[in-house]
Every structure is written in C-alpha cells, then in structure tokens.
C-alpha cells in the first residue's frame, strides 16, 4: 500500500463534493490533477473508491471505509501543524466551557478532545447546568464560552453566538409501530398518541410550544430527564417521543430498534451553538476552542446521513 498525503486530501475533497470538476474548484487546481491523484490512490490501495456515473461521483463500500481513515489521518496532520505553531507561547492557561446536560451528551467530547489534544498545559473546567444560569455566569464572566441551544437564549442581546448544526425534531416510535408504515408524519396523527416528555434543556417546554401553534395538546405519559431512557420507554411501546434529530441512535440499550420518521409542518428546530459575552475580550484558550468547535462542526455536517 502506498499513497501520499496530496492523494488524501484530493480524495476527501472528492468525497465531499462527488464531483471531480467541484473538487478542483476548491483545491484549486486542474480537474486533471484531481483525476490523476484519485486513479494512483486506488491503484496504490488496491481498491475502487468510486464509482464514475454521468450524475458524478458516488463512494464505493471501499471508498466509505477509506473515507473514515483519510480524515483521521488529515485531522491528525492539521493537528501537528496547528501544536507546533501554538506550543512555543501557549503552552499553558484556564479555559472554563458551561453546557447543559443535553448538548454535553453529543457536542462536547470531540472538540474538547481535539483542544485537550492540542493544548494538553491548558486547565480545562467545564461546568454542567441548566441553560439559563450558564447564561448568567457567561455574563458575569464566570465562564468564558458556552455550548448551548442558541435559539433558547433568554437574554439573547448580551450574547455573541456562532451556530455548529440545526436539529430538526423528529417523531421517535418503536419498530412495528402502525405509523412506521409512513415516511414522515402529520402532528394530527399524533392526537391521542401517548408521549414521553424528555425535561433535560426544558425540551418539554420547547415541544408543547410547537405543538400549540396548531392548537394541539399533547398527551404527556411520562416524564425524564435522560435521553436513554427516552429510547428505552419508546421501545417498550410506553409512548412516542418528539427529540431532537443529534440524540437519535437507531436501537436502545436492550437492543430494540427505535425508528424516527419527519414531521410534516414547519416546527422549530435545535440550534446547537456556541455563546460568549457580546464585547468581550476573549482569551485565546477561548478563541482556540471556538474555532476548533466550528471546525468539528463542519466535519459533523459532512458526516451527516442525506449529504
């Protein structure tokens, strides 16, 4: 097996854009070179990574594997550069990072692991509560960035803020569900069906308020505050459950399968994001982490199914 790292990073383009001519355009080079770069790699691999269609580009089983390791490796080699050009003056300092329950469980473990990773003399403290009285510390400085639900700031005016990913809500049922037979689903169809409130991030809140703008009332059976056993009580066919698209994980912890199917009408969705004090100086531990968490972001969407 051999490759370079050019040959990487012209196959993540490609992968990214499925087109040969809309890769070259962001590398900015000849589509020749990309082509050229795409046909050593998989002969160096021994493997077709793409299947050439008159519509682009598609990934093979092969290409997809390969994929996964292509950005493991380019992320690995952004992070060497990125260390060597911040060690020599940062090498030590205090970050303190506020985030509700919720949003820890999906946002906050890639980019402080790859911050971690960069800054390793850097005292990290990360404080876990409820929205509200994170906005309250960020204002009075107590902390320096927070991961919150940007939509559901309450003193919004006081904040700068930088969007990583809007969650859809979606409609999370168990298997062999009789509304499973649809792909997406009408809020009307949910009359009478029991749900599960989920209280982390006052999402019961967020989705009665949706549900009342078509003057509907929901049939709340149980309530709790973790997502697992949100999945768990669905699969127990207990209720059907409104969350967040970034919390869906398609089998619960006893291994039943949970299906989630779209909602029809426009309700609001998530915004996951990042918070800091409007006219702040920021340190740079908190700029570092900012753009580290827009660059996962970034990487988060490519990943995403549908892309």
């Not at 985030?99 to 990773?117: E, H, I, N, Q, W």
Request: proline residues 5%.
């Amino acid at each position: 097996m051999n490759f370079t790292f050019r040959q990487i990073r012209y196959f993540v383009a490609v992968a990214d854009c499925l087109s040969v001519s809309r890769a070259a355009q962001e590398l900015h080079i000849s589509q020749s070179a990309v082509t050229g770069a795409i046909r050593e790699l998989e002969e160096g691999v021994g493997a077709t990574l793409f299947e050439r269609g008159p519509r682009g580009m598609t990934l093979t089983p092969q290409g997809h594997q390969f994929l996964l390791h292509a950005r493991r490796i380019l992320g690995a080699m952004s992070d060497a550069t990125h260390s060597l050009k911040g060690t020599a003056s940062k090498e030590e300092g205090s970050l303190t990072i506020g985030v509700t329950s919720l949003v820890a469980g999906y946002y906050l473990s890639d980019a402080l692991g790859r911050f971690r990773r960069l800054f390793p003399g850097v005292h990290i403290e990360v404080k876990e509560d409820e929205q509200a009285f994170l906005e309250h510390q960020i204002v009075n400085g107590e902390i320096d960035v927070g991961l919150l639900m940007t939509n559901r700031t309450i003193r919004h005016e006081a904040f700068e803020t930088e969007l990583l990913t809007r969650s859809p809500l979606r409609l999370w049922l168990p298997a062999n569900h009789p509304l499973c037979a649809q792909p997406s689903l009408s809020l009307t169809e949910l009359a009478g069906e029991p749900l599960i409130a989920l209280t982390a991030d006052q999402m019961e809140q967020v989705i009665q308020a949706g549900l009342r703008r078509y003057g509907l009332r929901p049939r709340i059976v149980l309530r709790t505050g973790s997502v697992e056993a949100v999945r768990s009580l669905v699969t127990s066919h207990l209720g059907l459950a409104l969350l967040p698209d970034f919390a869906y994980r398609p089998w619960s912890l006893e291994q039943e399968r949970v299906e989630a199917r779209e909602i029809k009408e426009p309700i609001p969705a998530i915004d996951i994001g990042l918070v800091w004090r409007r006219g702040s100086h920021l340190p740079w531990e908190a700029r570092e982490f900012i753009e580290i968490a827009k660059e996962q972001g970034r990487l988060r969407a490519r990943l995403a199914p549908g892309r």
